[in-house]
């Protein structure tokens, strides 16, 4: 007798539950879809977007609207330790890639990169310092890409879309 009572016991509060469950269910998720609207509705009224934040790519402007700008002299950077005890360094050439149909590129263009050119080659410096030879050979792309957004930032536009390295050597 004792164990049925307890077996009913159990199933009237796992009905409980289950109706709880429901309720919760169906209260909460139209909530949830509702701010999700309004939420799309308010980043599409300032115009945000909601991927990853990253700004155009080379790949995402035409040719003809790309411009290339070259820092004249080479860099020569000293690498972080890479536990082997021996400094190394990465001699390199860099080139930004400018997008000439921003409105960023119109106002500042290369007049002003040339006028900051110390600034920037600062901040490459000490990007490109902050990795080991062997995270500078196999993830240069991650060198790029803070590069990239370090201009963007001290630019605070994105008219730079890309950065490249030409003569790369790692000793």
Partial sequence: MKKNLMTVIILALVLVNLVLTAILAFTIIPQTRKSNQLIDKIASAIDLELEDGSSKDTAAVPVEDIEVYDIEAS???NLSPSGDGKDHVAV???????????DGYKSIGTEGLKAKETLIKNDINTIVSGYTMEQFREDEQSVKDAILEDLQ????????????FSSVNTQ
């Fill in 92 to 102: 390199f050439s860099i080139g930004l890639s400018l997008n000439t149909k921003s």
């Fill in 75 to 77: 860099f020569t950077v």
């Fill in 153 to 164: 930032e001290m630019f605070g536009s994105d008219f730079i879309v890309g950065v490249s």
